[in-house]
């Protein structure tokens, strides 16, 4: 939401895209968990998009992410597609620009 309504400007696609490409970066670590994935969302909206979320919706991506991630990790593909269709729509704008967006298992 903050891309498509470019609070950081001409540059919002751009950081969006960097900003997929960092959270993949950080899952693929095998150390990463929800209190790493939760910082980076953290830091990235306010430094980024000069975003602050207060709602709780930062915790609740974090812990998506990395309830995703451990099912991709165990092999639970099954689970994985399923929790994945139940979201909302994404915007398939952004992963179709993002160059590194696959996980390691």
Not at 41 to 70: C, N, P, R
Not at 75 to 84: A, S, V, Y
């Amino acid at each position: 939401m903050a891309a498509n309504l470019r609070f950081s400007g001409v540059e919002s696609l751009s950081r969006a895209t960097n900003f997929v490409e960092a959270v993949v970066a950080l899952i693929n670590n095998k150390d990463c968990d929800y209190y790493d994935l939760l910082d980076l969302l953290e830091d990235t909206m306010d430094e980024q998009f000069d975003t602050y979320i207060e709602d709780g919706s930062l915790e609740e991506v974090a812990t998506l992410l990395k309830s995703f991630h451990d099912s991709f990790k165990s092999g639970n593909t099954e689970q994985l597609l399923q929790d994945i269709n139940f979201q909302p729509n994404s915007e398939q704008w952004l992963l179709a620009r993002s160059e590194h967006t696959s996980c390691k298992v």
